[in-house]
């Protein structure tokens, strides 16, 4: 079997430590592994399937010989996505930096897996917020057609990255024991308080991963008639975002129809006996890759309406191991 060379850009963070742990788990043929980072992290080692693997700090000249090229986030590819594809790479980027970029194609396997085949050398992964709720919403949009999706959700502190999970431990910590707290992570305190408010105002009064929602949703379901309405708040919950999504759709379907649907769809998992009190909750969901899907009923406000709750782990699929799905339909369909 063929190897390919993979580099990560980021690699010392949380995102870029989960692609690591996922490329072992899936059994990703890689060859020539790179683990690049800013300058403040050359020269540290990390462990990785018994080898030290020393971190070089990231250059326009770091992807000679790669294949594939994993950022893990935030701005660096903007400024070495180029460099990598000119280099003869393809990118795959967990930030936001090309997303909405007609030429670049935004993806999640179970969703779109058509549109890597036609990647300029860069593909984004979408936001985790956005990639939880395709998933869902895909298997109903092909049967029935979804008209309007109106969201709430409640996002994790590790969205937020280190600082976000270290924000919440601490301020726990010091409300317990009578100290002062100290914001810095997040706009107010998180500890014990939930906080509307996620990424910068846009004009029209929506937060930006408000927006992301409503963009990512039309691009990868391939229909700009959609309407979504999303609230995103960030809630005391360590890690995975649940999410509260009512669809409306053309055709009208059923609390059996939908819940069928979504047991034969990929990466789905069903846990729907709310008589039982049996529904996804962020604490089981952690470090585990499919979106768990409970509370499916009818909603009572509209004529063809389904409202249901959807968990799972942001940093796993909502971003590392989404990247690493993509990775590999790229050595599926042959596209690296």
């Known amino acids: ?32 592994l790179s683990l690049l980072a800013s300058e403040r992290s050359e020269g540290k080692t990390i462990t990785f399937q018994g080898r030290e693997h020393q971190v070089r700090a990231t250059t326009t000249d770091s992807f000679e010989g790669v294949d594939i090229v994993l950022f893990a986030g935030g701005s660096a590819a903007v400024e070495f996505a180029p460099a990598a594809v000119k280099a003869g790479a393809v990118v795959i980027d967990n930030g936001s930096s ?37 998933v869902a919403l895909k298997p109903l949009h092909d049967a029935a057609r979804i008209k309007r999706v109106v969201v709430s959700t409640y996002q994790a502190v590790s969205g937020a990255g280190l600082p976000g999970l270290h924000e919440l431990e601490r301020q726990a910590a010091d409300i317990t024991a009578g ?14 308080n939930l906080i509307p408010q996620i990424d910068k105002l846009q004009d029209n009064l929506y937060y930006r991963e408000e927006m992301k929602m409503v963009w990512e949703t039309q691009k990868m379901l391939h229909d700009p008639h959609i309407r979504v309405c999303a ?15 009512n669809v409306e759709t ?46 499916i009923r009818e909603d009572i406000s509209c ?3 389904i409202a249901m709750w959807v968990v799972a782990d942001q940093i796993r699929k909502g971003a590392a191991t989404n990247a690493i799905q993509i990775a590999e339909l790229l050595v599926k369909e042959g596209l690296v």
Not at 107 to 130: F, K, L, M, Y
Not at 266 to 292: H, L, N, Q, R, W
């Open 98 to 134: 090309f997303r909405y970029d007609d030429a670049v194609p935004l993806v999640v396997p179970e969703v779109n897996p058509e549109d890597v085949r036609w990647h300029q050398g860069i593909i984004a992964n979408p936001n985790c917020s956005t990639i939880q709720m395709v």
């Open 1 to 32: 079997m063929r190897k390919y060379n993979v580099a990560i850009v980021g690699a010392t963070g949380a995102v870029g430590q989960e692609l690591l742990k996922i490329l072992a788990e899936r059994s990703f043929p890689y060859g020539r």
């Open 179 to 192: 100290r002062a707290v100290k914001v810095e992570a997040f706009q107010h305190q998180i500890a014990f």
């Open 250 to 295: 053309e055709r009208k379907l059923s609390v059996e129809e939908t819940r069928e649907l979504l047991r034969n769809a990929p990466g789905v998992k069903v846990i729907d006996d709310p008589a039982a009190s049996e529904y996804p909750m962020p604490f089981y969901t952690c470090d585990t890759d499919d979106v768990y899907v409970g509370r």
């Open 231 to 245: 609230t995103c708040v960030r809630v005391p919950v360590f890690r995975s975002h649940s999410e509260s999504v």
């Open 303 to 305: 004529d063809n309406g």
